[in-house]
């Protein structure tokens, strides 16, 4: 009889592990599901998310590379006009050398009749006249000057600054 006592109480303890086990494998399995859908759902949102920034990097990606673009083209168009300017030089040279004589020898003649000027109305526009001429020879001399420059090579150094480069 003891035996069967030992028997039943075996069979009731094994029955209340079953009985309690069964209740925390159903909490962890919650627990598995609520951790799953929370995954998912974080999932999404990357995902949302995601998506959002792709999108932004894509419009800024398009901006720039019309910026750059832009950029590009006007720099395509002034080194072109530069080229024109910098193939006209010597011809720019010639034509204000030969203002700048033209002026001088107006500017000559002038102080010649200035001499034989018959009232001081006469002598005084002469020599205004003689001044004009003198000062527009002096600005195409200073003009020639700054041209013939252009053709001078520029230090290394001096054009570091400008490019953002260190000298």
């Not at 003891?2 to 029955?15: K, S, T």
């Amino acid at each position: 009889m003891q035996n069967l006592v030992y028997l039943i109480i075996i069979v009731l303890a094994g029955g209340a592990g079953w009985y309690a086990g069964s209740w925390s494998g159903k909490d962890a399995k919650q627990a598995l599901e609520a951790a799953q859908k929370a995954g998912e759902q974080i999932k999404v949102s990357r995902d949302k998310i995601q998506g959002e920034l792709d999108n932004k990097i894509l419009a800024l990606t398009s901006t720039h590379d019309t910026q750059v673009q832009q950029i590009r083209s006007k720099f395509d168009s002034e080194s072109a006009e530069w080229k024109t300017l910098l193939a006209g030089r010597d011809a720019r040279i010639g034509a204000l050398n030969s203002s700048a004589k033209t002026f001088r020898q107006q500017a000559d003649e002038l102080t010649r009749q200035l001499s034989s000027a018959k009232s001081p109305e006469e002598s005084n526009a002469l020599k205004a006249r003689i001044a004009a001429l003198e000062g527009q020879a002096k600005t195409a001399e200073v003009e020639v000057k700054g041209v013939e420059c252009s053709a001078q090579p520029v230090p290394k150094d001096m054009l570091a600054k400008l490019r953002g480069e260190a000298p």
